[in-house]
């Protein structure tokens, strides 16, 4: 069992730049594929991004290439994505999520534990 936790979530004005943090309990988080996730009103959860469990290699929707990134501390069994050059289209609500395996998952069924989400809004 894996609870997620996100956090740094907010209001924000276009060009600005947020920093959102997933916390994971267990001791194996180490072993998780870890994926951000994005819900617009209205719209599916897409996938945004994704890192191994080892993390060095990472997955990016073509849309958020060069202003996010992602990484991952499993000492501290947290996961971060670095947001930068904001645009009001990226406002969702965000969810990190993770599975027992050694590649992301890029569709969201493949996911076994969520996290509750955290509110980003990009104001223009």
């Known amino acids: 069992q894996v609870l997620l936790v996100e956090s740094g979530g907010g209001l924000v004005q276009a060009g600005g730049s947020l920093r959102l943090s997933c916390a994971a309990s267990g001791r194996t988080f180490s072993r998780y594929a870890m994926g951000w996730f994005r819900q617009a009103p209205g719209q599916e959860r897409e996938f945004v991004v994704g890192i191994t469990f080892t993390g060095r290699s990472t997955y990016y929707v073509d849309s958020v290439k060069g202003r996010f990134t992602i990484s991952r501390d499993n000492a501290k069994n947290t996961v971060y994505l670095q947001m930068n050059s904001l645009k009001p289209e990226d406002t969702a609500v965000y969810y990190c999520?993770?599975?027992?395996?050694?590649?992301?998952?890029?569709?969201?069924?493949?996911?076994?534990?969520w996290g509750q989400g955290t509110q980003v809004t990009v104001s223009s």
């Open positions: 999520a993770a599975r027992d395996t050694i590649l992301p998952p890029t569709t969201a069924d493949e996911y076994v534990y």
